[in-house]
């Protein structure tokens, strides 16, 4: 992790201290920053800043209009990839009220059908994100998009000893005269800010949620949003679990094995794209033991095991465990 850290630095100072901006390449570890430090209104954080090369830009409602500039473009969201694997993510800050129209923008026309908030909507009195699944009509660069809530489920379980709060809501938006696109929200509430008071558990029905649903609708690569309240610490620790068993699955299948430590090689990837990527020395540690405990899964697989089923894959069978909204999503997606 120190390690991490040390990387971390050295680019964010040649990031910070590049003088011309305009005619330097941005790449993973010679990374240049054009766009977002000026804009505060639209950072929840000042020190979160975005790479240019894995920038997410804000798409225009009509593709034959002029190109949008850095300003009318700009949301602080990053695509996440690791070239091991086939799953790619887009990494976001909870929206600001006045940001919410931008970022159904980018789950609107990045084709994105899953949600993953990492967030309660406040923690100590203090904001995190703003409630971008009420129903309503939001902006984004002078568009109307309009937002609304479909069904929710307040307290889905995620595995049989739980203490996480968490929420699924089914989502339909629609921009401007376009077609609506229906998306699916899972909502953790009760991951604390820094820290690890959630079961190892708990992330990885999240993740055999994820697998479980798109496998059902053939969209493995399709990019999947993530967002905390920074879209660093939480954010990261998610993203980093569910590639590193994507490509545990990829190297059974192949049979072969890397010597390699999974977890900092994508930890180190995923910082080279979006700052901070897995925040505090206790995510980090939070991910190693959730990796644990889903090779432990998966070697018991598929034996009962107290309270859940478990896949061939070794994560909870969410084909049987389905509570019912989620399949209700599969069936209005397909």
Not at 271 to 292: E, K
Request: glycine share 4%; with cysteine.
């Amino acid at each position: 992790f120190n390690n991490l850290q040390i990387q971390e630095r050295a680019r964010l100072n040649h990031a910070l201290t590049k003088t011309d901006i305009a005619n330097a390449q941005s790449t993973g570890e010679r990374p240049v920053i054009s766009a977002g430090v000026e804009l505060g209104r639209k950072n929840r954080y000042k020190d979160i800043f975005l790479y240019e090369h894995a920038r997410v830009k804000l798409k225009k409602y009509d593709p034959a209009s002029k190109e949008l500039d850095s300003v009318a473009s700009y949301i602080n969201a990053s695509y996440i990839h690791y070239p091991n694997s086939k799953l790619n993510y887009i990494a976001t800050q909870g929206p600001l009220n006045e940001t919410i129209g931008d970022f159904w923008n980018v789950v609107y026309f990045n084709d994105v059908p899953i949600i993953f908030s990492l967030t309660p909507q406040s923690e100590n009195h203090v904001e995190k994100c703003a409630p971008f699944w009420n129903s309503g009509v939001y902006f984004s660069n002078g568009v109307k998009i309009k937002v609304d809530l479909i069904e929710e489920v307040e307290d889905l379980q995620l595995s049989y000893k739980t203490e996480a709060k968490c929420i699924a809501r089914r989502i339909l938006v629609t921009v401007g005269e376009k077609p609506p696109k229906e998306v699916l929200q899972l909502h953790m509430v009760s991951w604390p800010d820094y820290s690890i008071v959630i079961c190892e558990e708990d992330i990885l029905s999240l993740v055999g949620m994820k697998r479980f649903i798109c496998k059902q609708l053939n969209i493995e690569s399709v990019p999947i949003l993530v967002h905390c309240s920074a879209g660093c610490g939480r954010t990261g620790s998610f993203c980093v679990i569910d590639t590193c068993i994507d490509v545990l699955f990829k190297e059974e299948k192949e049979h072969k094995q890397e010597t390699k430590d999974l977890i900092y090689e994508i930890t180190s990837q995923f910082r080279s794209q979006r700052v901070f990527m897995v925040q505090t020395l206790r995510q980090y540690m939070l991910i190693y033991d959730s990796i644990i405990k889903f090779v432990k899964m998966h070697e018991k697989a598929p034996k009962f095991v107290v309270g859940d089923v478990l896949t061939g894959e070794g994560l909870v069978d969410w084909e049987r465990k389905d509570p019912g909204i989620i399949k209700r999503f599969i069936e209005t997606y397909r």
